[in-house]
């Protein structure tokens, strides 16, 4: 099994479950792909199984074990996915025998490219506006829950709230929360995710929370949509936590060493959401709770990793947007904008350029009639 989030077994989500059986004569197997939805295929393979060879592609994936392969889609499977891996021994039916030697997993990844997506030549990246800037502002309100209290543990200074919770008060959850939603997940939102980017201080926060949430209640943990919470360490490495739709099998986390400078984004789209760390660690995973249209709130927050331990934050800017994808035309760029930001000359001139370079490049009558 691959599968996108923490489960015993994960056969019913949008993973990967693939399996080998040896015929009872032990002449030959069986190599078989199984989708939740209950499709699946399957080979005739050789009777030893030596390797089992899964590959993820961004154009699907591919299986291949005892002299046979199976091509097929991973739905989970999308850029900065994460998966658990489980092996175990299955019988073929109820009640019979199942064997299983493991010896050994190994993991090769290429890497793809560094560099950022960029549009098309000449076409302008989707932009993102500030709502936050490190200030008092009516677009935000205080938030204290679970033993936090923003009158004693936060300040604004030097253009940046600081939150620091000291040990022995609960989980101390203490921050700020947009009065209103801030963002929408948007239409074609799997082209061209929401974005948020926020800018902490890598040091100072020690245990900071950023959390997009559907109702701004004091139950933070179950309202949530996406839960991204760093945990620093003095040296500057740290710990990235990533929870999705409350769920206790959509927890996340990645080990980061130092290096991080404070910039975190978060995309998220219909039902699937990712977390990066400037400049390239990322995790990702199955959000089955975010739909297109839904609107959610945004929160800065120090909440303490564990019960009565200290937490802290320091969160100086938040923007929110779209991610630009890869290769974008002026004809994409328009229909990501919101309708308040459609414009009709410019629609008319993208489609002016449109017909130029579709007439440029037909084929040039010799003048003959037909």
């Known amino acids: ?83 658990e891996i489980a092996v175990q021994a299955t019988p073929p039916d109820e009640g019979a025998a199942a064997m299983l030697a493991l010896k050994q997993i190994d993991i090769a990844q290429t890497r793809g490219p560094v560099d950022p997506a960029k549009p098309a030549a000449g076409v302008p990246a989707l932009t993102s506006r500030a709502i936050f800037a490190g200030a008092p502002s009516d677009a935000w309100k205080p938030f204290a829950a679970h033993g936090g209290d923003f009158g004693k543990f936060a300040r604004w200074q030097g253009g940046a709230l600081i939150v620091d919770v000291p040990e022995k008060h609960y989980w101390g959850t203490t921050g700020v929360v947009s009065a209103a939603p801030a963002l929408t997940i948007p239409r074609l939102s799997r082209r061209a995710p929401a974005r948020i980017a926020v800018t902490l201080d890598p ?67 219909q039902e699937f959401a990712a977390v990066r760390l400037a400049p390239g660690w990322s995790v990702g995973g199955v959000a089955g709770c975010a739909s297109e249209d839904l609107p959610l ?13 200290p937490a802290s934050i320091v969160v100086s800017r938040i923007e929110i947007g779209r991610a630009t994808p890869d290769g974008m035309t002026a004809m994409d760029r328009l229909e990501f904008l919101d309708a308040k930001e459609f414009k009709p000359d410019e629609f008319l001139d993208v489609v002016a350029g449109a017909l130029d370079a579709a007439g440029a490049a037909a084929p040039q009558s010799d003048g003959a009639k037909p």
């Open 1 to 83: 099994f691959l599968c996108p989030g923490r489960s015993d077994n994960c056969a019913s989500d949008p993973g990967l479950t693939a399996s080998w059986t040896r015929t009872a004569d032990g002449a030959a197997g069986t190599l078989r792909w199984v989708w939740a939805d209950g499709r699946k295929k399957e080979a005739a393979t050789g009777p030893r199984l030596e390797d089992f060879v899964i590959e993820l592609r961004p154009e699907g994936a591919r299986i291949a074990a005892a002299g046979a392969t199976l091509n097929g889609e991973i739905a989970a499977a999308r850029p900065h996915a994460a998966f």
């Open 203 to 269: 040091l100072r926060t020690r245990s900071g929370v950023i959390l997009l949430n559907r109702a701004p209640t004091e139950d933070v943990w179950f309202q949530q949509v996406v839960w991204a919470q760093w945990s620093g360490r003095p040296d500057g490495g740290g710990r990235l936590l990533l929870s999705l739709c409350a769920s206790p099998a959509r927890l996340y986390d990645l080990e980061t060493p130092p290096g991080w400078d404070g910039r975190m984004e978060i995309e998220i789209s």
């Open 297 to 309: 709130h945004v929160s800065a927050l120090a909440q303490a990793g564990a019960e009565h331990a």
